[in-house]
């Protein structure tokens, strides 16, 4: 985990993630600055838009509930999870004392990506475990059998937060002596790809899906020839997630420096996107996704900067800097591609992006 440095830090009490979801829920009635200045004849009904406060280093923390607020099905199943009382029952993740409040501290920031990793997981532990809660005697809380009760090698249920963020990933292998191919999947809930200079995100996937030669000290050994052999590896997509998460792999160490640096490279993500690095035996592969959140990072590198979320809600794209929101056009994207030149110069580019499903 990279620990940055990107805002001033300052001390505060315990901070609830439950709390940034209440405020985003209930604070509807009352109309935002950004409504009065555009007019809320203009907005969508029962849609507000507020920012959240910076409790000192929480940027990296607000820009991803941002975006994940207005990834549609994550927002539906949240709001399922209020209570009567307006607070939501779940989502606790940090109180003192607890590991939790460790690895998010107050005094240091932290990465975005590694936030949103944290919080997905998080999330899908406490849903399995209050699954675990309703189990009585074997049953589940409609009296249906639980066939995984007496099966302690069954792996958790599947959550909701599988159902829309998870994907899964297949490793291809194939012997170049006998052509024999092996295959290993592997599920995600977000993927991590390379950048390069003046390229796109399709690009990015396709360098994520090349063919790697095994060979040397590194030959794979083959089931069927029962020896090393020279082969060929690749990763494919083999079943496509309803919201895919992009995160684009900006922080990079770099030997000579013997520190890390960020790769501001301009890279092109479309408002729409279709993956082309799927398996043969891929689930509707010609799946369209729709660009709906972006988390930026603004910055020259690592242990300076800021974390903002640009967002599309209905036919609005909205712009959230912690507590300040703003209404931008959809071409002002563009400005968050990166920089043609100078890894290290100053930059506002994108760093996870959020695609979600047509279907």
Avoid at 291 to 298: E, F, G, I, K, P
Wanted: some cysteine; charged content about 25%.
């Amino acid at each position: 985990m990279i620990k940055t440095n990107l805002c001033p830090c300052r001390p505060t009490q315990e901070i609830l993630v439950a709390v940034h979801f209440t405020h985003f829920v209930l604070q509807g009635a009352n109309a935002s600055a950004l409504e009065k200045e555009i007019g809320s004849e203009q907005f969508p009904v029962n849609e507000h838009y507020f920012g959240l406060v910076n409790f000192g280093n929480t940027c990296y923390c607000n820009s991803v509930l941002q975006a994940l607020y207005f990834c549609r099905p994550f927002r539906e199943k949240i709001l399922a999870k209020v209570g009567e009382n307006g607070e939501l029952t779940l989502f606790p993740l940090f109180s003192s004392p607890s590991a939790s409040a460790e690895l998010f501290d107050n005094y240091m920031q932290q990465d975005a990506h590694e936030f949103l990793n944290y919080l997905l997981n998080t999330i899908a532990d406490l849903l399995q475990e209050e699954r675990k809660q309703d189990k009585t005697n074997g049953r589940l809380a409609n009296g249906s059998l639980d066939s995984q009760n007496n099966n302690s090698n069954a792996p958790p249920p599947s959550t909701w937060v599988h159902e829309i963020f998870q994907g899964t990933l297949t490793n291809e292998t194939r012997c170049l002596t006998c052509e024999t191919i092996s295959s290993k999947d592997e599920d995600f809930l977000d993927l991590s790809v390379d950048v390069e200079q003046n390229t796109s995100i399709t690009h990015c996937l396709r360098g994520f899906s090349n063919t790697e030669t095994l060979c040397s000290e590194y030959k794979y050994y083959c089931e069927e020839c029962r020896s090393k052999q020279e082969a060929h590896k690749r990763m494919r997509v083999k079943k496509l997630p309803m919201i895919l998460a992009l995160h684009l792999k900006r922080f990079k160490y770099m030997e000579q420096l013997q520190r890390y640096t960020k790769l501001s490279y301009r890279v092109v993500f479309p408002l729409e996107l279709r993956l082309f690095n799927t398996s043969g035996d891929a689930t509707n592969p010609e799946r369209l996704y729709d660009l709906v959140a972006v988390v930026v990072h603004c910055g020259s590198g690592p242990n300076r900067g800021h974390y903002i979320a640009i967002v599309k809600s209905h036919d609005f794209w909205l712009l959230f800097d912690d507590d300040i929101v703003e209404k931008i056009d959809a071409q002002a994207i563009e400005e968050f591609y990166g920089l043609t030149s100078e890894i290290s110069k100053n930059s506002e580019s994108g760093y996870i992006l959020f695609y979600q499903s047509r279907d």
